[in-house]
Nanobody
Framework: VQLVESGGGSVQAGGSLRLSCAAP????????VGWFRQVPGKEREGISCINSKERSTQYADSVKGRFTISSDNAKSTVYLQMNNLKPEDAAVYFCATYGLKHHSLACGMRRTLYDYWGQGTQVTVSA
């Protein structure tokens, strides 16, 4: 499964970006997709995920109320809308995916759940 992130860039604090995670030729229908971020010297942090079948979502406390994850299964793309960005949101953002177990209603944000990863996209937020 190839995942391609895009949409990163540089914004001022308070600004918005929308990240995309595309999986050409792949169907997310029975997969969970997560967004992670990493800054140098720190572990990769799970910030949001979506169960593409049930459309259930989860968010880390640090982004709740500011970030929104969504899935367009027809386009094999998952989005992360990021509003009211803060300097501490600056990081390399990665999307990842894993196959859902039967009857799974939710998604997880533990890094070890995920089997396939994108290459990452840089987000810079200036004060």
């Amino acid at each position: 499964v190839q995942l391609v992130e895009s949409g990163g860039g540089s914004v001022q604090a308070g600004g918005s970006l929308r990240l995309s995670c595309a999986a050409p030729g792949f169907t997310f229908g029975n997969y969970a997709v997560g967004w992670f971020r990493q800054v140098p010297g720190k572990e990769r942090e799970g910030i949001s995920c979506i169960n593409s079948k049930e459309r259930s979502t989860q968010y880390a406390d640090s982004v709740k109320g500011r970030f929104t994850i969504s899935s367009d299964n027809a386009k094999s793309t998952v989005y992360l809308q990021m509003n009211n960005l803060k300097p501490e949101d600056a990081a390399v953002y990665f999307c990842a995916t894993y196959g859902l177990k039967h009857h799974s209603l939710a998604c997880g944000m533990r890094r070890t759940l995920y089997d396939y990863w994108g290459q990452g996209t840089q987000v810079t937020v200036s004060a």
